[in-house]
């Protein structure tokens, strides 16, 4: 598959794929991706790998938009993945960002590069939109550090859903 967006020259972003499957399975196992994210299950399963590709695959033949796509290391393959979730549609002013990355791969800055890029890249593409913003649990230091590093600013902290803080890339 094409990448869409190079990060570093070992680093793209494309598509997900069926081969992604045993990647998916390994990574997500990971009990802090659990701990550090709403929606993702943990244990991590085979048939929850295949929901996830089934449904990126369905979604974009729905709304003919991708909103979730997979980062790339040239050798090793999937080692993480970034998305947008729309909340009103792919033309809409604002969304939220989501993230997770292979532990291999974090403590480097490698994801506040990613989430930089990758939040330009979605002000380009899409002309409507105003406002990102990316929610992480109070206690995940490293995903804030991770937005700060990449340019968006801490707004405040919603006691209702989890303690969660928010940051926002304008």
């Not at 480097?108 to 002000?123: H, T």
Request: charged content about 25%; aromatic content about 12%.
């Amino acid at each position: 598959m094409l990448p869409l967006l190079h990060f570093t020259d070992d680093i793209v972003l494309t598509e997900y794929e069926d081969n992604d499957k045993p990647a998916l399975i390994r990574w997500l196992n990971d009990p802090l991706i659990a701990q550090n994210t709403l929606t993702i299950p943990n244990p991590y399963t085979p048939a929850d790998a295949d929901w996830w590709i089934q449904n990126i695959r369905e979604q974009k033949e729905k709304s003919g938009h991708c909103n979730s796509w997979a980062i790339r290391h040239k050798t090793e393959g999937l080692i993480g993945g970034i998305g947008v979730f729309y909340h009103s549609s792919p033309d809409g002013h604002y969304d939220e960002l989501g993230y997770w990355i292979a532990a291999p791969y974090r403590g480097r800055g490698l994801m506040s590069l990613i989430v930089k890029k990758f939040s330009q890249w979605q002000f380009e593409v899409r002309p409507k939109l105003l406002r990102l913003e990316g929610w992480v649990f109070t206690h995940n230091l490293a995903s804030m550090k991770v937005l700060e590093k990449a340019g968006y600013q801490r707004e405040g902290v919603d006691r209702m859903v989890g303690n969660r803080a928010k940051g926002t890339g304008q």
